[in-house]
Each structure stands twice: as structure tokens, then as C-alpha cells.
């Protein structure tokens, strides 16, 4: 899992039939040691959202077969995929967010 902040959305009205009841986010990488500070200087990507994470939010990103969720028999296309919303992160001793 990676450690991502929420900077937008995607719409996409032709999609997998999979896809149709979830909403598309745009995630860029954060840094542990600041998560509630600078984004990662990587590419945003596409996550799709498992759990109903709103713009800004921390959150934590399933990757690879991890992001993969079924629509019945069939397993729609996903590489990534948020599947939580982070209340604080510590780092050793410190903690490096709180989310109240």
C-alpha cells in the first residue's frame, strides 16, 4: 500500500460496466514523514474509490492484484484502488499527521 492525497476527480461516462457505481480519483503520492505537507514530485494517478474518500483526504492505496474487486464473476480492471481514509500517521515517536 502507498500513502496518497486526494487532488481531484475523474469523469468518464464510457467506462467497463464494472466500473459504472464507483467514483474515480486522482491520487498523488505523499511523503510519510509530511503527509499532511508536500505531494510527492511523481505523477498523479487514477484510483478508484472503495470507500468514499472526498478531495484533500490523506488516504491509504492498494496496488496491483491488491486494488482488484469483483462485479459478480467478473474482476474489473483496477490498478489502484483507495481503501482507506487516514486519521494520523506516526513516524517513530513523532507523529507526522493528525487529521482532527
Do not use: W
Request: charged fraction near 20%; hydrophobic fraction near 40%; include cysteine.
Amino acid at each position: 500500500m502507498r500513502l496518497g492525497r486526494i487532488r481531484g476527480t475523474i469523469v468518464s461516462t464510457v467506462k467497463s460496466s464494472g466500473l459504472a457505481s464507483y467514483k474515480l480519483l486522482l491520487v498523488s503520492d505523499v511523503d510519510p514523514a509530511e503527509p499532511g505537507g508536500a505531494v510527492d514530485s511523481g505523477r498523479p494517478y487514477v484510483a478508484i474509490d472503495l470507500i468514499g474518500a472526498g478531495d484533500g483526504e490523506v488516504v491509504l492505496v492498494a496496488h496491483g492484484s491488491a486494488a482488484r474487486i469483483q462485479d459478480g464473476c467478473q474482476a474489473v480492471p483496477t490498478d489502484a484502488a483507495v481503501v482507506g481514509i487516514v486519521d494520523s500517521v506516526q513516524l517513530g515517536s513523532k507523529t507526522t499527521f493528525n487529521k482532527h
